[in-house]
């Protein structure tokens, strides 16, 4: 890590990167930038950030907090933790503290994990099933998963009429014809001061234009980090984002679908198999068999992964042809009508930056490790850590499965599949589910695998279960055919979801 040049204020500070962090460093680093407050942050049942705010009353009453934690309410945190044993500890981990960007008094955040009243990692809580599912993974495998989200979400405004744009013709547009250019560099610059690792930003292909208002979609793209801290920065980005439009008073939203035809916003998920410090997704040059197991278990599980990516009804109205979010369970290169994609990886092009600047002297060799695998499906209604979770268990679960290259071989397809010409193919593929009720029968279905050592507890499953059916969503596209007004009080429902 380039400490010198990290944006973020305690790396620069305390001189070290933020898995260093001690109690001690945070105690230095408030004292000697007079934080007045530290917030308690912590991820509820709905996926967003809550929080306990303290006012630092003396270094001894400091040293307690970040020693002890605090106790909280789980049953009005989670719904499947019952209310006559419901107290839990929330214990700071320091490396993921930053500067408040947005606090009037000078406060320091602490994202915080759950604990028992014996203690120990309270093993519904979402941080907790994903250190679970990764360490899974790494005991049974020897390999460790590092993954990064597309955050995409949509900015509403007043409508203007001075350099308009066209509608799904959004994407990687500037100013003046994006309005909201300057919303999204501000909210990176923030996201990477609070410990986010950004590979880039720019506008998406959607833009909505009404009759008074304009619907405009960005996306900031993270870089591939360890599996908890792609979990904590996501959530950490949405809060940003969020905070940063209310500062403008405008509305983000990351919500599946903003208007029925239009793109909806997805939170697609790339992730690499690492050993060592080396990718194992490529050999030779090439996707490695590794690459194709995995490929292979998060086809199998696709089905049930929706419990976890795709929590509302309106998860399912994008899920829909010719809006490049897949309905179908297939893999392809560079293919963006699938659910998982191998996007270009920069493999044996190494001579591009010497073709573009022909003085160019100094040599150039692209390394292999940029190479990832998209999994598509997921939206922002996703709960990220269980999310993340459930792409752990799954790529172990492909690791292992014996017929593993030829289970993804035989769903592999390297055309449009949305084209009327290649119906054919289309019709051959398994199907992602269409509603949330659908998704939770196939979390039943797979549910020995996800709780597989400990990873998934029984009464998270039947939660997450209990909480998709209460939706009393089958069939619900069927039933909204052709009735606009109540797709558009659905789409209200779900506006901030997550």
Request: hydrophobic share 35%; aromatic share 10%.
């Amino acid at each position: 890590m380039d400490i010198q040049m990290s944006p973020n204020k305690l790396v620069q500070f305390l001189g070290k990167p933020p898995d260093e962090f001690t109690k001690r460093d945070i105690i230095r680093f408030i004292e000697a930038n007079e934080i007045r407050m530290v917030n308690f942050r912590y991820v509820g049942g709905d996926g967003r950030l809550k929080q306990l705010n303290f006012v630092i009353n003396n270094r001894a009453h400091l040293d307690t907090l970040l020693s002890a934690g605090e106790r909280v309410d789980g049953s009005s945190l989670f719904s499947y933790i019952d209310a006559a044993s419901s107290d839990l500890y929330v214990i700071p981990r320091f490396k993921t503290a930053y500067v408040n960007p947005f606090s009037p008094i000078p406060a320091l955040d602490i994202l915080c994990s759950y604990y028992t009243h014996e203690g120990v990692p309270l093993p519904s809580s979402p941080e907790n099933v994903l250190r679970k599912a990764h360490q899974a993974l790494k005991e049974n495998t020897g390999l460790s998963l590092e993954a990064l989200g597309e955050l995409e979400y949509y900015v509403f405004s007043d409508k203007q009429e001075v350099y308009p744009s066209d509608p799904q013709k959004g994407y990687h547009e500037s100013s003046p014809f994006s309005k909201w250019e300057l919303l999204r560099r501000e909210a990176m610059e923030t996201i990477a001061q609070s410990g986010g690792v950004i590979k880039y930003g720019h506008t998406e292909v959607g833009f909505v234009s009404g009759q008074y208002q304009d619907m405009e979609q960005h996306e900031i793209e993270f870089a591939p980090v360890p599996l908890e801290d792609a979990a904590d920065q996501i959530v950490i980005g949405k809060y940003i984002l969020r905070m940063t439009g209310y500062k403008y008073k405008v509305p983000i939203s990351f919500a599946p679908k903003i208007v029925v035809g239009h793109a909806g916003s997805g939170l697609h998920i790339h992730s690499k198999l690492i050993k060592g410090k080396e990718n194992m997704l490529v050999q030779d040059g090439h996707l490695s068999d590794i690459a194709r197991r995995n490929i292979a278990g998060y086809l199998r599980l696709a089905k049930s992964l929706t419990a976890f990516g795709n929590t509302v009804p309106l998860s399912y109205l994008r899920l829909v042809p010719h809006q490049e979010a897949p309905t179908n369970i297939c893999w392809g290169d560079r293919n963006r009508s699938a659910l998982v994609r191998v996007p270009l990886g920069w493999l044996g092009v190494n001579s591009m930056v010497r073709d573009a600047n022909p003085q160019e002297t100094e040599e150039f060799e692209q390394a292999y490790d940029n190479q990832t695998v998209e999994f598509r499906s997921p939206d922002g209604s996703a709960n990220i850590y269980f999310l993340l979770a459930g792409l752990a268990v799954a790529a172990r679960h492909g690791l292992e499965m014996p017929d593993a290259i030829e289970y993804s071989n035989n769903l592999y397809a390297d055309v449009n599949i949305f084209e009327d010409e290649h119906s054919d193919v289309r019709s051959r593929l398994p199907q992602l589910p269409a509603s949330c009720w659908e998704s939770a029968d196939h979390l039943l279905e797979d549910r020995e695998i996800y709780e597989a050592d400990g990873v998934f507890s029984p009464v998270l499953i039947d939660g997450v279960v209990r909480m998709l059916r209460g939706y009393n969503d089958l069939d619900l596209s069927e039933k909204l055919y052709g009735r606009d007004q109540e797709i558009e009080d659905l789409i209200k429902e779900y506006l901030y979801c997550s």
